[in-house]
């Protein structure tokens, strides 16, 4: 029998376009933007300057505190200037830009060697460092540096690893063509991350419309681990969200307000993983990863091995150039995913994938009244009532906001896609989200 969480979901239509598409490299962009700030926390504070060459892998902003991380140059060249860009979010936020000139790696980034040793030579600190060093974050979305996600804090004791290849989201197939084309180095990179973290037992998680990849993995673990299973998951969004997902392998409920961690589990998307592999094994810092680029109208859609900093729009060009009925580019799946204002935007250690949108499915309906229909409560992950949050949000309440547990919305846009009267709940939300959060930050 199929796992799944038992409070809410949807059935998007799934649209999977590229799930037979081979991860394909980007051949390298005239020039990159690369922003010292891809990950929660502080941005990274630049080591270059304009006029400087740099290799590719080599460190040009150093992670400023704890939760941060490091940023390294995605390509040779040279430093045209350190300034601020507008990134994904529409926010200007510093970044080194380099003109790309050949592809001279740091001589510090190993060729891959036999990655079995490493589980037996290295500690768990050198691996810790490791990833720390390559700056790797959470590349499911959420970016959160990997090093720190490793150390639980004092007296918390994690028991399993869960390796999130869910990848509900509509339209995304980077993690799936992940496991289909890099088991063996996704089940030595879970057995890494079990040693740093110190439990014997890890679970993968994958949505049964992956059935190659669930195949893969099984092999590999078959041939290569022990500890380790496969978990096949029933069709349903947002299976890959992180209390979503603990519920269905594990059958733990994280308390609300509360981390993973308070139930012992420690959660990790495949490419997080991939990452972590390379970073122990060839000290290869984050500089690239596989970019879904996709739509219903464009001409190739497909799984692309890009670096970091490349704009948007050279993806785009690659998978057959802008559609002429194009009404949106998004950042991400479009159910999470924020719409871009620029195909200048670029690549970073998030960037799950690209989805452009026809305009007759871009445009938004005029929303009406809400009718009290009660559908956003029941396909609602969390146990939240959309309708009452929305309204709460209008006002700006936000003391009424924090009590009816706001800060619990993973964002998923469930509620949303459910409302017949086509209300922007999920906006307004975040929004409200949004200001409680300033609140919270203020008084402490």
């Known amino acids: 029998m199929l796992k799944t969480f038992?409070?809410?979901g949807i059935h998007p239509p799934?649209?999977?376009?590229?799930?037979?598409?081979?991860?394909?490299?980007?051949?390298?962009?005239?020039?990159?933007?690369?922003?010292?700030?891809?990950?929660?926390?502080?941005?990274?504070?630049?080591?270059?300057?304009?006029?400087?060459?740099?290799?590719?892998?080599?460190?040009?902003?150093?992670?400023?505190?704890?939760?941060?991380?490091?940023?390294h140059s995605s390509v040779s060249g040279v430093v045209l200037n350190v300034e601020e860009a507008v990134d994904a979010s529409g926010y200007a936020r510093l970044a080194v830009v380099i003109r790309v000139e050949g592809d001279e790696w740091d001589d510090r980034v190993k060729q891959r060697e036999s990655p079995d040793r490493y589980l037996s030579a290295y500690s768990r600190e050198e691996m810790l460092s490791a990833i720390q060093a390559a700056g790797v974050v959470g590349m499911g979305g959420a970016t959160f540096p990997t090093r720190v996600k490793l150390t639980p804090p004092t007296g918390s004791r994690p028991e399993i690893l869960i390796v999130n290849g869910a990848e509900c989201e509509p339209f995304l197939t980077a993690d799936h063509r992940l496991m289909v084309e890099r088991g063996r180095e996704l089940l030595i990179g879970t057995r890494f991350l079990m040693k740093a973290l110190g439990v014997e037992q890890a679970i993968i998680g994958i949505e049964n419309n992956k059935p190659d990849a669930i195949a893969k993995m099984r092999e590999a673990v078959a041939k290569h681990a022990l500890g380790i299973k496969v978990c096949p998951l029933k069709v349903k969004y947002p299976q890959g969200g992180e209390k979503q997902l603990i519920e269905a392998t594990t059958g733990r409920h994280v308390p609300s307000g509360a981390l993973p961690i308070s139930v012992g589990v420690v959660v990790h998307n495949v490419g997080t993983v991939y990452a972590a592999y390379e970073a122990i094994t060839m000290h290869k810092p984050l500089v690239e990863r596989v970019v879904t680029v996709t739509g219903k109208s464009l001409a190739r859609p497909g799984n692309y091995l890009c670096r970091v900093g490349t704009p948007v729009a050279c993806l785009i060009e690659a998978a057959g150039g802008l559609p002429g009925d194009t009404g949106k580019v998004i950042n991400g799946g479009p159910m999470m995913g924020k719409a871009l204002a620029s195909t200048d935007a670029v690549v970073t250690k998030g960037t799950s994938g690209v989805l452009v949108i026809p305009v007759g499915e871009a445009l938004r309906k005029p929303y009406r009244d809400c009718i009290r229909c009660t559908r956003c409560v029941q396909v609602c992950p969390m146990g939240l009532e959309p309708y009452l949050l929305m309204t709460l949000g209008e006002y700006q309440r936000t003391g009424e906001l924090e009590r009816e547990r706001v800060m619990d919305c993973i964002e998923c846009g469930a509620c949303s896609f459910a409302c017949p009267a086509y209300r922007p709940l999920l906006d307004v939300i975040r929004l409200g989200k949004s200001r409680v959060g300033q609140m919270i930050k203020s008084r402490k």
């Not at 891809?38 to 704890?66: S, T, Y």
């Open 6 to 8: 038992t409070l809410g």
């Open 14 to 71: 799934r649209e999977k376009l590229s799930s037979g598409s081979a991860i394909t490299p980007l051949p390298l962009p005239e020039r990159v933007s690369i922003p010292l700030s891809q990950h929660i926390g502080a941005p990274a504070l630049p080591l270059v300057k304009k006029g400087d060459r740099v290799k590719v892998g080599q460190l040009i902003g150093e992670a400023a505190g704890f939760i941060s991380a490091n940023v």
